[in-house]
């Protein structure tokens, strides 16, 4: 009865041990596993980010056709790249609430989030 008893505390002792997360070398836990599809979420283009931005804020002004004293029109990939390059959109948008030049015109200032992606869609190289 004692041997049934030291095999049987054996046999438990292995299959605790078998249980463990130790792992053998085939394991191979996924240290993320949820990763990102997408490996740069962040990156900014106009399509995905900048345009929304412009028809929120600026096409009512800055349509095909400029209305309200708008000099330049924003309804284009290529209009507002050349507005970021030739014609001080950035600036614009960057400058204080009420000041003289703030875009949008009588508005409420762009938040600085916003306006970062700007600048940020610039630097890299104006990301259609």
């Not at 054996?10 to 463990?20: E, G, T």
């Not at 001080?88 to 508005?107: E, F, H, V, W, Y």
Request: glycine residues 8%; charged residues 10%.
């Amino acid at each position: 009865m004692k041997t049934l008893q030291f095999f049987s505390l054996i046999a438990l002792a292995l299959f605790l041990n078998s249980c463990s997360s130790g792992g053998d070398s085939d394991s191979n836990p996924n240290p993320n596993p949820n990763p990102n599809p997408n490996p740069n979420p962040t990156t900014i283009t106009y399509t995905n980010t900048i345009s929304s931005v412009i028809l929120n804020n600026c096409i009512s002004c800055h349509g095909s056709t400029p209305t309200n004293g708008a000099p330049i029109s924003l309804d284009t990939y290529a209009r507002v790249k050349a507005a970021v390059q030739n014609n001080g959109l950035i600036s614009r948008i960057s400058q204080a609430q009420g000041t003289s030049g703030m875009m949008p015109k009588d508005g409420t200032r762009l938040p600085q989030a916003t306006i970062d992606k700007f600048t940020t869609w610039q630097n890299n190289g104006f990301l259609e």
